[in-house]
């Protein structure tokens, strides 16, 4: 029985080591009833065009069945794929096209929250998220603190961010760059583009 017990495990662990990783990130949001059907046609145009996502980057508009106080919101933008794939999508620059779908979106939706996160197992076909890290970001003064008390180690993988401590040293992290952010600081993004961390270690990262 050991020795078959011994067997599952490691036929398990062997398909979790052999899943592919990928990372996701999401923008939830609000509409109304009357609009879903033209924000559901806002998305399908933009990202069937050509060139509106970086290869490997795949992209879906979910409907959320399970709202409570913490997660009311309607709908949910999700884009998963490789971390090279991710990245790509988030280094892209200034895109006119991209800008116009989202002040077009905009007259649509109320947003409501963002959060990233890397897959730990998949089940099914890739994308179906049954199993993730999320990372949710609560703004003062909901943590009750003056500054965050959590440790952070990443990656920045695009845009920048400042982050100033208690002690008042000051540090900007930018596309590319490893951080290590011990408790007791502020941040915030300084760039024009999206800012996206992968977090490995610390609060989030654990």
């Known amino acids: 029985m050991k020795k078959l017990l011994l067997t599952y495990l490691l036929l398990f662990s062997g398909l979790i080591l052999n899943a592919q990783e990928y990372y ?99 089940i099914g076909e890739p994308g179906t998220h049954p199993i993730q890290n999320i990372l949710w970001f609560d703004v003062q003064p909901n943590i009750g603190t003056d500054s965050c008390q959590a440790s952070h180690l990443g990656l920045m993988v695009s845009g920048a961010i400042c982050c100033v401590h208690d002690d008042g040293t000051e540090v900007t992290y930018k ?16 760039s024009d583009e ?7 270690a610390g609060m989030w990262g654990e």
Request: charged content about 20%.
């Open 194 to 200: 999206v800012a996206v961390a992968y977090e490995f």
């Open 24 to 122: 996701w990130t999401t923008y939830s949001f609000n509409v109304e009833a009357s609009d879903v059907e033209t924000v559901g046609n806002l998305a399908n145009q933009y990202f069937s065009k050509e060139g509106s996502k970086a290869d490997g980057v795949t992209v879906y508009l979910f409907e959320n069945h399970f709202r409570d106080k913490d997660n009311d919101w309607s709908h949910q933008l999700a884009f998963t794929g490789t971390l090279d794939a991710m990245g790509n999508q988030y280094s892209r620059g200034v895109n006119e096209s991209w800008e116009l779908f989202l002040t077009k979106l905009g007259q649509y939706t109320k947003s409501h929250s963002a959060a990233a996160g890397k897959s730990l197992i998949t």
């Open 175 to 190: 596309a590319g760059d490893a951080y290590s952010i011990a408790p007791g600081h502020d941040a915030w993004v300084v």
